[in-house]
């Protein structure tokens, strides 16, 4: 199984930082690697796909780069809505697996 | 707009059943890939299960493989997840989710339901 790293587990920010999670996989998964943003008592939103592809209606300051086995999450401009719970996940291998998630707080 | 909505959460004893059920709107369901992702409180997501879209090609985590089932009504566009020999460890919300891309696999979840509690206690 592929197993997903995310560091760092915890992330204190300010508003209007700029912050980056690294994803890191056992083995290559190419591009399939998606983000995800969770907030307590919600279900996860869908953010990117590919590893750097942006869904529709998601804002632009969130970008995703990466291939192979090492992927990045960076948020230009950390706003109030962003502190939450980021996970990755890849879609490359069954089982599927996410990272043990990156939670965002407030500074 | 696309819409999952799941149901048949509960408590349930260690070693009872529950049908988990989770009905699709907004789309055409048919073409598409669900999933069952589940969260056990205070922890992170877990994949559990995947049907493609006619049902035909299943796959488990290693955790549930045996015990649980998953299974589609395409004429009702509904997805259920059948849950044996329930433990404590299976405590959890569980979610369906949709895949993004129509006819595939391998692709992210870009739609999720609100989510159905599984409380596994005696």
């Known amino acids: 199984d592929i197993q997903m790293t995310q560091s760092p587990p915890t992330l204190s920010a300010s508003v209007g930082d700029r912050v980056t999670i690294t994803c890191r996989a056992s083995q290559s998964i190419g591009s399939r690697l998606a983000w995800y943003q969770q907030k307590p008592g919600r279900a996860p939103k869908f953010l990117i796909y590919?590893?750097?592809s942006l869904e529709g209606g998601v804002p632009p300051r969130f970008s995703g780069s990466g291939s192979g086995t090492e992927f990045t999450l960076t948020i230009s401009g950390l706003q109030p809505d962003d502190f939450a719970t980021y996970y990755c996940q890849q879609y490359n291998f069954y089982p599927w697996t996410f990272g043990p998630g990156t939670k965002v707080e407030i500074k | 707009e696309v819409q999952l909505l799941e149901s048949g959460g509960g408590l349930v004893q260690p070693g009872g059943s529950l049908r988990l059920s989770c009905a699709a709107s907004?789309?055409?369901?048919?073409?598409?890939?669900m999933s069952w992702v589940r969260q056990a409180p205070g922890k992170g997501l877990e994949w559990v299960s995947t049907a493609s879209g006619g049902g035909g090609l299943t796959y488990y985590a290693d955790s549930v493989k045996g015990r649980f089932t998953i299974s589609r009504d395409n004429s009702k566009n509904t997805l259920y997840l059948q849950m044996n020999i329930l433990r404590a460890e299976d405590t959890a919300v569980y979610y369906c989710?949709?895949?993004?891309?129509?006819?595939?696999?391998?692709?992210?979840?870009?739609?999720w339901g609100q989510g159905a509690m599984v409380a596994v206690s005696s």
């Open positions: 989710a949709k895949v993004g891309g129509a006819n595939t696999l391998y692709d992210a979840l870009d739609i």
């Open positions: 590919e590893a750097s």
């Open positions: 907004g789309f055409t369901f048919i073409t598409y890939t």
